[in-house]
């Protein structure tokens, strides 16, 4: 398969490890005295089970087929040559990087977004 779909299919998984983690978004609940912070979605450990770690095998294979790839191309005297059309279309001997970068600013902008929601709701308590 082509690189642009590993990155949607890691993409999904991802969604899918998200939701299953129970991470989706914060809500704040009041009562009388204070607020309260919940997470709305709740974990689902079956889900949690089938695509934990999937992503993580999607890199190892990418990566296993990329130093397969290019010690091919070393043996047939090419070593060095990396065409083009190659680098642009199939990012050759790059896989796995590709997707390790995809995965790390996904789960980055992740965590960044549920902190940032979550100062959000501490702040608007406070100023109550």
């Known amino acids: ?3 642009d779909m590993l990155r949607r299919v890691i993409e999904r998984l991802h969604e899918r490890e998200i939701a299953a983690q129970g991470l989706q978004h914060v809500e704040s609940s ?12 709740e974990r689902d450990e079956e889900e949690m089970k089938r695509v934990e770690g999937l992503i993580d095998q999607i890199i190892d294979a990418a990566a296993a ?7 091919a191309k070393l043996k047939r005297g090419e ?11 199939w990012t ?14 996904m789960r980055r902008e992740h965590d960044e977004q549920f902190q940032k929601r979550l100062q959000s709701f501490y702040d608007a308590a406070k100023k109550k």
């Open 30 to 41: 009041s009562d009388v005295d204070h607020t309260k912070f919940e997470v709305v979605a």
């Open 1 to 3: 398969p082509s690189t």
């Open 79 to 89: 070593g060095g040559v990396r065409h083009h059309a190659e680098v642009m279309h």
């Open 92 to 105: 050759e001997g790059d896989v796995a990087k590709v997707l390790r970068d995809k995965v790390a600013r």
């Open 65 to 71: 087929l990329d130093k397969e790839r290019m010690e």
